[in-house]
């Protein structure tokens, strides 16, 4: 089995910092794309930021410029530093990892339990 375990959600005000993390754990011989969502009540779960193995990113518009994902390949890890946070960043923030279990193995898309992030105005 793989776990992905989010931390670092909590509570901040508006201009404000927080940093996510998510570790993955278990049966794991790789991982590729690694990626943050979000869902905010009464929305459809978005994609927020994604990171290939080798680094490269892309981000929704909405967060250009103020969030930076990043992933530490030996830890199996990945961060959301996220600055200059807004009311509209509030939303639980979903992990994900593509994850290969053996050398054989196709990858599969793993999911984190969530971590809510509330921004005050």
């Known amino acids: 089995q793989v776990q992905l375990v989010e931390s670092g959600g909590g509570l901040a005000q508006a201009g404000g910092s927080l940093r996510l993390s998510c570790a993955a754990s278990g049966s794991i011989f790789s991982i590729n794309d690694m990626a943050w969502y979000r869902q905010a009540p009464g929305k459809q779960r978005e994609l927020v930021a994604a990171?290939?193995?080798?680094?490269?990113?892309n981000y929704a518009d909405s967060v250009k410029g103020r969030f930076t994902i990043s992933r530490d390949n030996a830890k199996n890890t990945v961060y959301l530093q996220m600055n200059s946070l807004k009311p509209e960043d509030t939303a639980v923030y979903y992990c994900?990892?593509?994850?290969?279990?053996?050398?054989?193995?196709?990858?599969?898309?793993?999911w984190g339990q969530g971590t809510q992030v509330t921004v005050s105005s």
């Open positions: 990171i290939t193995r080798g680094g490269g990113t």
């Open positions: 994900t990892a593509e994850v290969a279990r053996t050398y054989y193995s196709n990858s599969r898309q793993y």
